[in-house]
C-alpha cells in the first residue's frame, strides 16, 4: 500500500490473502477502484449520509452542517439531514432554518433516540444502504444506531456541563451489517471541515437552492457576491433563500479566496 501511496479506508472493497483462520490473521493484497470517497469522515463508497445534528445539547452548528452539504453535494452522494433529540425544545429562528433545507430539497428527519420518535421512518431510509453518518461530537449518533439496532452497544457519553459540547466517544470509523444489504458506518464527531479542495466559482452549484436560480442573474458568471442583477441576493431579501445559507456560501467563496492568496 505504501508504494501505491493509497490508504485503505473503512468501506473499501479489499483482495485479502489469509495467514492464519483460526487467529483471524490476513494480509491486504488490493484495494478495488472507490466509487467515491470522503473527507471528513474519512470512509470510502457510501451510498448516502446520515448528517446527524441535535435541536438542543448541543445547539446546531449550521455552518458545519452547510459544509457536510457542500462536501456531499460535491460528491454526488445523497444526503439525509437528520435532527436528533427532537424531545428537546430548539429556539424558534432554528427551527425555520430546519424548514429552509427541506424547502433546497433535502430529505429532513427529525427524531429522539431518547423516546423512539420518528425512528421507524429513519430505519426505512436506511435499509439496503450503505450509510455513514456525519455530525459534530454530542449530538447522539452512537446512541441513535444503538435505538435504531439494539444489539450493538455502542459506546456513548454525556455533553461536557461546563460547555455543553460533546466528549469524543468514537475514536475511529467502524462499519456495522445490519442485514445483507444494510451497512452503517458510526464515524467520531468533527467540528471544522475545509472545503479548500473546490474553487471558488464552483460552490454555487452545490447550494441546491442556489444552483436552482441562478440562470436568472444577469450574467452567467455572476457569484452573487457583489455583482449587479444578481437574482440569488433578491431570493434573499425576499425570502425564498434564508439569509443564514446564503451568508455560509458568502463565508465558504470568502475562505477559498483567502486560502487561494497564501
Same mark, same amino acid.
Given at each position: ?26 494480509? !491486504?493484497?488490493?484495494?478495488? =477502484? ?5 473527507? /471528513?469522515?474519512? %470512509?470510502?463508497?457510501?451510498? =448516502? ?22 462536501? *456531499? ?5 445523497? *444526503?439525509?439531514?437528520? +435532527? ?23 430529505? $429532513?428527519?427529525? %427524531? ?13 431510509? !436506511?435499509?439496503?444502504? &450503505? ?12 446512541? !441513535?444506531?444503538?435505538?435504531? +439496532? ?5 459506546? &456513548? ?5 461546563? $460547555? @455543553?459540547?460533546?466528549? @469524543? ?7 456495522? =451489517?445490519?442485514?445483507? *444489504? ?9 467540528? &471544522? !471541515? ?8 464552483? $460552490? ?5 437552492? #442556489?444552483?436552482?436560480? =441562478?440562470?436568472?442573474?444577469?450574467? &452567467? ?10 437574482? #440569488? ?16 456560501? /458568502? ?8 486560502? /487561494? /492568496?497564501?
Amino acid at each position: 500500500m505504501k508504494k501505491k501511496e493509497l490508504t485503505p479506508l473503512v468501506g473499501d472493497e479489499v483482495e485479502v490473502t489469509i495467514v492464519q483462520v483460526e487467529a483471524g490473521e490476513g494480509m !491486504l493484497e488490493e484495494v478495488h =477502484q472507490r466509487h467515491n470517497e470522503l473527507i /471528513r469522515p474519512p %470512509v470510502a463508497n457510501v451510498d =448516502q449520509l446520515l448528517v446527524v445534528f441535535a435541536h438542543q445539547r448541543p445547539v446546531p452548528n449550521f455552518v458545519l452542517l452547510d459544509r457536510i452539504l457542500l462536501m *456531499a453535494e460535491s460528491q454526488h452522494l445523497p *444526503a439525509i439531514i437528520c +435532527f436528533n433529540k427532537v424531545d428537546l425544545k430548539s429556539l424558534e429562528e432554528d427551527e425555520k432554518l430546519m424548514e429552509a433545507y427541506r424547502h433546497a430539497g433535502y430529505q $429532513v428527519v427529525h %427524531v429522539s433516540a431518547a423516546t423512539g420518535e420518528g425512528l421507524p421512518s429513519l430505519k426505512l431510509l !436506511l435499509q439496503g444502504k &450503505t450509510t455513514a453518518l456525519a455530525g459534530n461530537s454530542g449530538v447522539g449518533k452512537s446512541t !441513535l444506531i444503538n435505538s435504531l +439496532f439494539p444489539g450493538f452497544s455502542l459506546e &456513548t457519553g454525556k455533553l461536557s456541563t461546563r $460547555v @455543553h459540547r460533546g466528549k @469524543h466517544t468514537t475514536r475511529h470509523s467502524e462499519l456495522f =451489517q445490519i442485514n445483507e *444489504a444494510t451497512w452503517l458506518m458510526d464515524t467520531p464527531g468533527f467540528s &471544522t !471541515l475545509k472545503v479548500d479542495y473546490l474553487e471558488d466559482d464552483e $460552490v454555487r452549484h452545490y447550494f441546491r437552492e #442556489i444552483e436552482m436560480r =441562478q440562470e436568472k442573474c444577469r450574467f &452567467t458568471s455572476c457569484l452573487h457576491l457583489e455583482e449587479p442583477g444578481c437574482y #440569488i441576493k433578491e431570493a434573499v431579501t425576499a425570502g425564498d433563500i434564508h439569509p443564514n445559507r446564503y451568508q455560509n456560501y /458568502r463565508q465558504i467563496v470568502d475562505e477559498i479566496r483567502q486560502n /487561494r /492568496r497564501y
